[in-house]
């Protein structure tokens, strides 16, 4: 089956520089688990898991595994 099956059009992106309190809020509303880090341009840069934040709170490092 081809990846256009799974697809979303519309996909929530955040900036590099917004809270992840704010990302984390919006993830949850929008039922989402993983978003897209994007620049000005809307060009890719990464992205930013609901597990990742989690993690970051409950250890208190960035990428911590």
């Known amino acids: ?3 256009s099956e799974f697809m ?3 996909v929530y992106t955040v900036a590099p520089d917004m ?5 984390l809020d919006e993830m949850l509303g929008r039922k989402v688990q ?5 620049d000005d341009g ?4 990464g992205v930013i ?4 934040m989690l993690r970051c709170a409950v250890l208190g490092t960035p990428g911590a595994a």
Do not use: Y
């Not at 993983?34 to 994007?38: D, I, R, S």
């Not at 809307?42 to 840069?45: D, I, S």
């Not at 898991?49 to 990742?52: A, I, K």
């Open 49 to 52: 898991t609901r597990d990742e």
């Open 19 to 23: 809270p992840l309190a704010r990302v």
């Open 34 to 38: 993983v978003v897209p880090v994007v």
């Open 8 to 10: 979303r059009s519309g």
């Open 1 to 3: 089956r081809p990846v």
């Open 42 to 45: 809307k060009r890719p840069l």
